[in-house]
């Protein structure tokens, strides 16, 4: 049987009922809602020879960075190998196999040529997207889909998401009016675009727009967050920008509902209840045993030496609960990670390792030091993936840090900067305040 997929693809080995699950896993992809491993695992029940089935379900357990995933990956794409592959699935199983090796830039790479070829493949769009996220190349996330918009319009399946992604890139290269409209668009002809929102939340956080974003994203949230994988991140948003009013009890409240309360050992989830109670304890906020649940839970999932942007934020919470020889098992393993030919070995490089043992010192009291190692990264944190959103934890660290340092000059043009970036920001106003009072 030679099906076609909904964008006009051919579909090796498909039936019907295998390309109705499959098609019902990539919608659900797209969205980031419900559960899309189900759905593919329906396409393989259906079919176990639809050889985009098997490359679906390794992207699936590659994206997502979970310490299990590469070997799930690596069993389907054996599947996938094993069975007729004609050139698009070929492109797609050697790009999957490429980040089963820990090849973010390879897999990128030969996804972008997989869709100069066939720009309507929104899988190859999306996981080339993720992966582009993940390394922090802020130019592909605009870029890749910029190059395949001209084959797509809204009689497209999948055209929401285009433009949510499109409207990311935009956002993560500083066009904010183009990736709101892009965003919104998305949102309107999808209402349940997971990916859409978070892009647009993005926007409202680097315009500062704070309470324009609370007064939008509050009172939709269960549009936004109803059957999401993008639920916690959202409300995560949502908290950051109550954080940036200072409006700490509303921010543990979303902390305890829907962010770090919610017992989720997904790794992403821990990396967003990580972010929110460091920026927490940087302000001196009262955060009870947080952090140390949030510990167990990372030493639960383990994955260390896997990915420097999770590292960092599993060193957060090994740091400020007071977990020595879990600090030590990371750090360990980050200098394991050197040693190998994954691209992880240059993320840990030039930014990971300096990163996590900052925050070691920092916790350490050792405030001179902390900011030695932050100083040497913060230019290049990109490098090891995540949002501008996300990584601007690390300059907040390096604030505090050369505050607490007594390194006056230092902290007051470190305060300067970010008022001018942030004039409307009353944290960067105190910042500049504390820099000219003596320490206490």
Do not use: K
Request: charged content about 20%; aromatic content about 8%; overall charge negative.
């Amino acid at each position: 049987m030679n099906l076609l997929d909904h964008t006009g693809h051919r579909a090796s080995g498909a039936n019907p009922a295998s390309l109705a699950r499959y098609e019902q896993a990539i919608h659900e992809l797209l969205c980031m809602v419900e559960d899309p491993v189900a759905a593919a695992q329906g396409a393989i029940d259906a079919s176990a020879e639809m050889t985009m089935a098997h490359i679906l379900m390794a992207w699936l357990n590659l994206l997502g960075t979970e310490p299990s995933g590469r070997e799930v990956a690596r069993h389907h794409c054996d599947a996938a190998a094993a069975l007729p592959c004609n050139g698009r699935e070929q492109a797609h199983l050697d790009a999957a196999r490429a980040l089963t090796r820990g090849h973010w830039r390879e897999a990128g790479l030969r996804l972008e040529d997989l869709s100069a070829r066939y720009p309507l493949d929104s899988l190859a769009l999306f996981a080339g997207h993720q992966i582009d996220f993940m390394r922090g190349d802020s130019r592909m996330l605009r870029d890749r889909i910029a190059r395949a918009l001209p084959a797509w319009d809204d009689q497209v399946p999948g055209w929401h998401a285009v433009q949510g992604m499109y409207a990311f890139g935009l956002e993560e290269t500083g066009d904010y009016a183009n990736a709101q409209t892009h965003g919104m668009r998305a949102i309107d002809i999808e209402p349940r675009d997971s990916w859409a929102w978070h892009a647009v939340a993005h926007v409202h956080e680097m315009r500062q727009a704070t309470r324009d974003g609370i007064a939008w994203l509050a009172p939709t949230r269960a549009i936004w967050s109803r059957g999401s994988a993008l639920a916690t991140h959202n409300t995560w948003h949502l908290a950051l920008l109550h954080l940036e009013l200072d409006q700490y009890d509303e921010v543990l409240r979303l902390y305890d509902e829907a962010i770090g309360g919610t017992g989720s050992m997904v790794v992403l989830d821990l990396v967003d209840a990580s972010s929110m109670l460091w920026r927490l304890h940087l302000r001196g906020v009262s955060l009870g045993d947080r952090f140390d649940a949030i510990a167990d839970r990372w030493l639960a999932v383990g994955g260390a030496g896997q990915y420097a942007f999770n590292d960092l934020h599993a060193m957060f919470a090994f740091a400020a609960a007071d977990r020595p020889s879990a600090q030590q098992a990371y750090v360990d393993a980050q200098h394991a990670a050197l040693q190998g030919d994954a691209d992880n070995a240059e993320f840990v490089r030039e930014v990971g390792l300096p990163a996590a043992l900052a925050v070691q010192a920092f916790e350490r009291q050792d405030h001179a030091g902390a900011t030695a190692w932050l100083r040497s990264v913060r230019s290049a944190a990109h490098r090891f993936g995540g949002s501008h959103a996300q990584r601007d934890v690390i300059d907040l660290t390096l604030l505090e840090s050369a505050r607490r340092s007594g390194d006056r000059a230092l902290a007051g043009v470190l305060a300067a900067e970010r008022l001018a970036r942030r004039p409307h920001s009353a944290l960067a106003r105190r910042f500049v305040a504390s820099t000219r009072q003596p320490l206490h």
